[in-house]
């Protein structure tokens, strides 16, 4: 064979091997019937270790039958032994071999001459290509087999190639067949949780109109004048018709902040002081009551990482329930401090440290991380009006602009709840 020949062989293999629009199994045909033709062998396959198996699969085969199939690779059989010793072999005939002659060979091999070499990527073998029934005579040559051995060493890096670009294929089909059905699911999700969203607040929006009525009346009752067996009475409802009031508005902002996330409600720079202000005179008249007196701690103007109506229902929610827990004579005290983050990771390089410290009795040690789940209230509380989803509301609205609520103690008795949240202006780069 010429030298043009040859070249114009390895030049058309070569050009087969690396298309990335030809599926693995037609390249892997079309190059055996190519090497076929050169060693002159009338029947042949390729055969692939599969990954993490102990396993070859059969990539191309004269005997169409077996183009896909696996095989246990085993030391017993020819092909098992070229893949777990990484040597080649050659039989003029087979059924010589001391080691192999019990291998049977069926009705559509005519000779029993053969060769068997290993596709390797340095020291592993990662595949083998077997040549048999030689065409015009009875047994492949010593020159044959040199042949084979020369080409499976320049063809095992485009095969293996080849190989790993049809894995890539399928990973990425299942990967994009996976990501289609997590995007059905979704948005089946999306549509229910929004549905249910929906119904939540007109069934709890449709009881507070009526509630609200029970309530004035009731509170009408006690202004017309009761005997002090109807005051008890009246009183008692009353007490159970605000706390179930309370309930409503709290499962309100509930859905609300569902709304919210489902429509990624945009976060952005925000003027804190402000919404302060507005929040800390909506309960100045309820700290009164109480004889509370409300500090706002003088503060540095800035500029959060927040939402507008989300940081009003998280400092409501917080200052409703410093004075509700402060005796009477007592004090809330609010206000900020700025710190530098340490890590790169982080938004903005800079934060705030909100706080609403009150003096009331303090949370027992064990509980700090257990009031911010949904009903939880602790037992001594049981005769203060709240329902236990104040917090945790708090907890979900700090997690939207990625920050962080706790409770700290207050030296002698009371309470300091925290939160983060970034400071617009410089980003991190």
Sequence with gaps: MNFKQELFFLKKIINILIDPEEELFPKMEKSL?????KVRAKQGSIMLVEEKKKQANIVAATNKKLIGLNVEIVPETISGYVFSTGEPVYFKDVTKSKRFKH?????????????????????????????????????FSEHDFGLLKDYASMLSPLVENSYLLSQLKQRQAKLEQVSRHLAIKQRELLLASRERSELVQMV????????????????????????????????????????????????????????WKE????????????????????FRPLAEEKNIELIV??????????????????????????????PKNGKVILGWKIRRSRRKSDKFPKFIIFYVEDN??????????????????????????????????????????????????????????????????????
């Design 33 to 37: 019937s190519l090497i076929l033709q």
């Design 103 to 139: 291998v049977v060979r069926n009705r559509n091999y005519k000779t029993s001459s053969l060769i068997c070499v290993p596709l390797k990527r340095k020291k592993t073998v990662i595949g083998v290509i077997n040549a048999s029934d030689p065409e015009k005579k009875e047994y």
């Design 204 to 259: 709890v929006h449709d009881f507070k109109s009526p509630l609200s009525a029970v309530i004035s009346n009731l509170d009408l009752l006690k202004y017309l004048g009761l005997g002090e067996e109807q005051k008890h009475i009246v009183d008692t409802a009353l007490d159970g018709a605000k706390k179930l009031l309370e309930m409503i508005n709290e499962f309100l902002q509930i859905a609300r902040l569902d709304a």
């Design 263 to 282: 429509t990624k409600t945009e976060l952005g720079p925000m003027n804190l002081l402000p919404v302060v202000e507005r929040v800390v005179e909506e």
């Design 297 to 326: 701690q003088s503060a540095p103007e800035v500029e959060v990482y927040a939402e507008e109506n989300l940081m009003y229902h998280l400092l409501q929610n917080l200052l409703s329930n410093a004075i509700k827990y402060t």
């Design 360 to 429: 009331g009795k303090g949370i027992p040690k064990g509980h700090k991380e257990l009031i911010f789940r949904r009903f939880k209230r602790l037992e001594r509380d049981a005769k203060i009006q709240g329902t236990g989803i104040g917090l945790f509301i708090c907890q979900r609205i700090v997690n939207m602009w990625d920050g962080k609520i706790w409770v700290e103690d207050v030296e002698p008795t009371g309470s300091r709840f925290c939160f983060t949240c970034y400071l617009t202006g410089e980003k991190n780069a």
